[in-house]
């Protein structure tokens, strides 16, 4: 996706946080302003029911 990205990482085991430049990229706008509960289920849906 071309996405700018910076990686902050922690102790080992722990997940690293990634944070994307301020764009008007989906993605990038959802993680500034927050994701519905509506698109979280839209997105999993999609990844466990590819071809539905």
């Not at 690293?16 to 849906?45: K, N, Y």
């Amino acid at each position: 996706m071309n996405l700018k990205t910076e990686v902050h990482t922690d102790q080992v085991g722990a997940r690293p946080h990634v944070v994307l430049e301020p764009t008007d990229h989906p993605l990038a706008v959802e993680q500034r302003t927050g994701i519905a509960v509506a698109r979280v289920q839209e997105i999993a849906e999609l990844l466990l029911h590819p071809n539905a």
